[in-house]
């Protein structure tokens, strides 16, 4: 019985791939690269070997028959390869419209060659082809299937009209069984690709990620600041920063022990993803106590967001008897890439340090913007 259970989920995961499709939405960029780099690699090799074949042809007189076999190949590899390489090759859709072409003209070879050039062989090459191919992208199952299928369909139409019957029968009966390995064999390749792509977006996440306030964190700011350096050298662009710091963090750690410590970053990252959300920044934990948020709006009122910081923080009410305001507060240092000095991301970043230090200075639990 547990044997036919285990049968009847493949089979139906096999059949209907909901967890493929599903897979295949949360991964979509991924999937995307993956077949692009598969997609440049097939093209140049495509029009690579039709072009040495195309070199031979014309370059040695007993090939001759062949003179008209591969140029039109060569072209269109070609072509292809072209296509690949430039932006829209990038792009989801003339991405699987460029795989199809691929595995069109590669299934024409095999079928020119198979079918019509040696009438009287078998079409071997076409064979390999066809389990090889469909286990090169990652697409969607039902599509792959259908798509092999015309193809499959095709080829044996052709195979029983310019075949004799004693290799159109070896030819067909090929045919159909190497779709059939195709299919199960691409399903189990995928499989462990989605299982690959998986573990990878998730160490690559928990790379990024601050283990205790799951916000972003050090290494995940830096790589933040690197895709803002154009902004930061256009003069038109405003890239904010706000440095915010726990008040008295070691006196509350020293009071409440370190497990509350703990539990009040955690409190604050759920505060800090609020206003991520609210006003679209990205906010990162810097260090210790420390976190930073950038804004690359230009129409975002920095004062108004750095005051919403230390008020969400202050009316949140976490208890700390030994601060001056008997709760925990944050102070915030802002500083904007409009200012003087403040056209790389250092001097953006000391700029806001320095006015959290003066924000300190004023009795903390308060707001203050650099050059203010």
């Known amino acids: 019985m547990r044997f036919v259970k285990i049968a009847r989920q493949y089979l139906r995961r096999f059949l209907f791939c909901d967890e493929f499709c599903s897979f295949l939405a949360r991964n979509r960029d991924a999937v995307n690269k993956e077949n692009l780099i598969m997609l440049r ?23 001759y028959r062949m003179q008209t076999l591969y140029p039109p190949y060569f072209i269109a590899y070609a072509l292809i390869c072209a296509i690949a390489f430039t932006k ?21 070879f095999g079928m020119h060659l198979g079918i019509f050039y040696t009438r009287n062989g078998n079409a071997n090459l076409y064979m390999v082809f066809l389990i090889i191919m469909p286990m090169l992208f990652i697409t969607t199952p039902l599509f792959t299937r259908l798509f092999a299928f015309a193809v499959c369909a095709v080829f044996s139409v052709l195979t029983l009209l310019f075949k004799d019957v004693a290799h159109y029968e070896i030819d067909i009966t090929n045919c159909w069984v190497c779709y059939v390995i195709s299919m199960v064999g691409t399903h189990m ?14 160490l690559y996440g928990e790379a990024l990620i601050d283990g205790l306030t799951q916000l972003n964190n ?28 726990i008040d008295i963090f070691k006196i509350f750690n020293d009071t409440y022990g370190h497990v509350e410590g703990d539990r009040c970053l955690v409190e604050l990252g ?15 934990r810097y260090g210790g106590e420390e976190f930073i948020a950038v804004s690359a709006d230009a129409a975002l009122d ?45 001097d953006l970043i000391n700029n806001a340090d320095v006015a959290l230090y003066r ?3 004023r009795g903390r639990n308060r707001f203050c913007m650099f050059g203010v």
């Open 189 to 202: 390749i995928n499989t462990v690709r989605m299982e690959n792509i998986d573990a990878r977006r998730r």
């Open 270 to 284: 759920d505060i800090f993803r609020s206003l991520s959300s609210r006003y679209g920044l990205f906010i990162a």
């Open 218 to 245: 050090r290494r995940a700011f830096t790589a933040y600041m690197e895709t803002l350096h154009p902004k930061l050298l256009t003069d038109a662009a405003r890239v904010t920063v706000y440095m915010i710091d």
């Open 359 to 361: 924000a300190k200075e």
């Open 302 to 346: 920095a004062e108004a967001v750095g005051q919403a910081i230390v008020d969400e923080v202050f009316d949140k009410r976490m208890s700390f008897a030994t601060s001056p305001y008997g709760r925990v507060t944050v102070s915030v240092g802002c500083a904007d890439s409009r200012a003087r000095g403040g056209n790389n991301d250092f």
């Open 41 to 63: 690699k097939l093209s140049v090799l495509g029009a690579g070997l039709m072009g040495v074949m195309t070199l031979f042809a014309f370059l040695f007189p007993y090939l």
């Open 88 to 108: 829209a090759g990038k792009r989801r859709a003339y991405q699987m419209a460029t795989a199809c072409a691929i595995v069109l003209v590669t299934a024409a």
